[in-house]
T-cell receptor, first 110, second 113 residues
Framework: KQEVTQIPAALSVPEGENLVLNCSFTDSAIYNLQWFRQDPGKGLTSLLL?????REQTSGRLNASLDKSSGRSTLYIAASQPGDSATYLCAVRGGYALNFGKGTSLLVTP | SQTIHQWPATLVQPVGSPLSLECTVE??????LYWYRQAAGRGLQLLFY??????ISSEVPQNLSASRPQDRQFILSSKKLLLSDSGFYLC????????????FGSGTRLTVV
């Protein structure tokens, strides 16, 4: 059974800092990995999708990397802003189902 | 462009009452459809998925059922709600094929009292 772990569980940083969120998974037989953002009480917003054959994807200030063989992914956020405050979820797809980590709760203070 | 609609946004129901949550997708055909639940302090759990009309797969034995009466409509139901059914229910869709990502709806907050 696929297990997805996200570290840290919570993170507080001052505005402007660059930061890294970590995701690890136990079964490297995945089709893709997706990073989501969830604001309190809201649905999930997709940030980046990395296929198993890819090493990284970038969107604006976000960069996600994937090392499938070691079962790791990182989400890099450059020049953080208070509007980045949210929970960030990592999910891996091995079949029909997405297996989620429990998320990293990020607070960016002004 | 594709959009996913989910309603209602919030729902408070007494124990033992029935439940019907609806999800529809626009702008695509023959999507894979999914129901997830997010309970307080826990991760997201896949409840049901469907790869076509009338085709439902259940991931977790529970008090809930799902139906797909039309290509882009997915319904989550219960005949008698339990307190443990409380949570945040999310509908999602993906294209056919393993390389597609998921798109989630805005969710329904269900409180069973």
């Amino acid at each position: 059974k696929q297990e997805v772990t996200q570290i840290p569980a919570a993170l507080s940083v001052p505005e402007g800092e660059n930061l890294v969120l970590n995701c690890s998974f136990t079964d490297s037989a995945i089709y893709n990995l997706q990073w989501f953002r969830q604001d309190p009480g809201k649905g999930l917003t997709s940030l980046l999708l990395i296929q198993s054959s890819q090493r990284e994807q970038t969107s604006g200030r976000l960069n996600a990397s994937l090392d499938k063989s070691s079962g790791r992914s990182t989400l890099y956020i450059a020049a953080s802003q208070p509007g980045d405050s949210a929970t960030y979820l990592c999910a891996v797809r091995g079949g029909y189902a997405l297996n989620f980590g429990k998320g990293t709760s990020l607070l960016v203070t002004p | 462009s594709q959009t996913i609609h989910q309603w209602p946004a919030t729902l408070v129901q007494p124990v033992g009452s029935p439940l019907s949550l609806e999800c529809t997708v626009e702008g695509t055909s023959n999507p894979n459809l999914y129901w997830y639940r997010q309970a307080a302090g826990r991760g997201l759990q896949l409840l049901f998925y469907s790869v076509g009309i009338g085709q439902i797969s259940s991931e977790v034995p529970q008090n809930l059922s799902a139906s797909r009466p039309q290509d882009r409509q997915f319904i989550l139901s219960s005949k008698k709600l339990l307190l443990s059914d409380s949570g945040f229910y999310l509908c999602a869709w993906s294209g056919q094929g393993a390389n597609y990502g998921y798109t989630f709806g805005s969710g329904t907050r269900l409180t069973v009292v």
